[in-house]
């Protein structure tokens, strides 16, 4: 079946500092990779999308290449906020023509510290 | 901006009790969701619906039962709540469709519960 893997559960940072959070996936057909972010005792909200291999996608001064040559589609940013501190899911749809159903990795919280 | 909301936001049920959390979305979204959230595992899928009278189990349907009224409103049901359903519960709606903008899940507020 489907499948997301983010390796790191917590990272922990200094302002200003820059960032990757890791995303590998699993799954036999064409993938819709998404980033979701969740601030404390908030909802998940999209953070950014792709669908298209290579091309690198950009949503408040975050960033993710989808690449399907190595199932990645890690998150990065270059200088993170305070405001940055929060918990990021990555969520894999395969694009099998089926309904839209998400799977999505354990989650990475991200811990910014003045 | 979608609009997702659920109640009660915050739950306390004995083990063996009925527990029924409810979800409205105002989108006019065709497919719902529902998910629970814990600590290593991200999100879950329980059930999730097509469209007023469909329900369809996720990944993890054990315990839990689905109703889909009308397009609006979601409920999930646990008919014998156990301590192992504690967890944050989370309804979501998104477009049938794809493409662009319409392939984003909305989240409603999510709802805590405690099963004791």
């Known amino acids: 079946g489907d499948s997301v893997t983010q390796t790191e559960g917590l990272v922990t940072l200094t302002k200003g500092l820059p960032v990757m959070l890791n995303c590998t996936y699993q799954t036999t057909y064409s993938p819709f990779l998404f980033w979701y972010v969740q601030h404390l005792n908030e909802a998940p909200k999209l953070l950014l999308k792709s669908s298209t291999d290579n091309k690198r996608t950009e949503h408040q001064g975050f960033y993710a290449t989808l690449h399907k040559s190595s199932s990645s589609f890690h998150l990065q940013k270059s200088s993170v906020q305070l405001s940055d501190s929060a918990l990021y899911f990555c969520a894999l749809r395969p694009l099998s023509g089926s309904f839209n159903k998400l799977t999505f990795g354990a989650g990475t919280r991200l811990a910014v510290c003045p | 901006e979608a609009a997702v909301t659920q109640s009660p936001r915050n739950k306390v049920a004995v083990t063996g009790g009925k527990v029924t959390l409810s979800c409205n979305q105002t989108n006019n979204h065709n497919n719902m969701y529902w998910y629970r959230q814990d600590t290593g595992h991200g999100l879950r899928l329980i059930h999730y619906?097509?469209?007023?009278?469909?329900?369809e189990k996720g990944d993890i349907p054990d315990g839990y039962k689905a109703s889909r009224p009308s397009q609006e409103n979601f409920s999930l049901i646990l008919e014998l709540a156990t301590p192992s359903q504690t967890s944050v519960y989370f309804c979501a709606s998104g477009d049938a469709r794809t493409g662009g903008a319409r392939d984003t899940q909305y989240f409603g507020p999510g709802t805590r519960l405690l099963v004791l």
């Open positions: 619906s097509y469209g007023a009278g469909s329900t």
